[in-house]
């Protein structure tokens, strides 16, 4: 099977990646993931400086500057002051951040009848094939102890992990989620690999954003974890 699901994509596949376009960069696209890095650094370049590190250009990395004096043992650490000037230019009341989300158990949770009616419309070329891989109930067989039967879960929702023709069909089951996000407000930078996402803008726009997605991402078995949730911000926010 894995050999002809390849066979398949190679005649079809750039169908697939055209109907994922730049939005969903895990169907294969050139340089998707590079852009999307030098996008997000141009943009925290510009509106999330960060201290740079000052280092003597004869001095490897880690050491201390020639002619630095030793620190005294006595010496109290710093303490932190709320009321004390940061030196950092944010100081409107509405920063950028950088949000990161995953979500729950991603492959298993994809709504495998929303995805398979996406694919069928975005992707015609390889909806046939899709239907036949996932039309039905997958079977995942759980060995036991020697001597013993098997456990058979039937799958009914998602995609098979390790399938070739998972990556894809994931990225196309989300297209509808990603284009809703991407309307809803444009200026803010929302880059996708599979169920990886990650907002950057002002922060209540990415707030208003998260919010949206929470309530439309189940409808396509899109479930963010809070638990794997991170938030990059300036460090005077």
């Not at 590190?53 to 990395?61: A, C, R």
């Not at 509405?94 to 709504?111: C, K, M, Q, Y």
Request: charged share 15%.
């Amino acid at each position: 099977m894995r050999a002809v699901s390849k066979l398949v994509l190679m005649q079809c596949g750039m169908d697939g990646k055209a109907a994922c376009g730049n939005t969903q960069l895990c169907a294969g696209l050139e340089a998707g993931i590079e852009g999307a890095i030098h996008a997000s650094m141009q943009r925290t370049s510009n509106t999330m400086p960060f201290p740079e590190e000052t280092t003597h250009p004869d001095t490897p990395t880690g050491d201390p500057p020639p002619h630095s004096k030793p620190p005294d043992d006595n010496t109290q650490a710093p303490t932190y002051n709320p009321n004390a000037p940061t030196g950092y230019p944010h100081t409107q009341p509405d920063p950028d951040v950088h949000f990161l989300t995953d979500a729950r158990n991603g492959f298993g949770e994809l709504s495998r009848m929303a995805m398979l009616w996406e694919v069928r419309h975005r992707w015609p070329a390889g909806s046939r094939f899709a239907h036949n891989l996932y039309h039905h109930e997958c079977r995942l067989i759980l060995r036991g102890t020697p001597g013993t039967n098997p456990a058979i879960l039937m799958s009914r929702e998602g995609v098979m992990q390790g399938c070739v023709w998972g990556m894809i069909l994931y990225g196309i089951g989300l297209m509808p989620l990603a284009e809703d996000l991407r309307c809803s407000d444009p200026s803010v930078l929302q880059p996708w690999y599979v169920d990886d996402f990650a907002l950057q803008g002002p922060a209540s726009r990415v707030a208003e954003l998260f919010h949206l997605l929470c309530r439309h991402g189940p409808s396509v078995g899109y479930f963010p974890e809070l638990e794997k949730c991170w938030v990059i911000c300036p460090p005077s926010s």
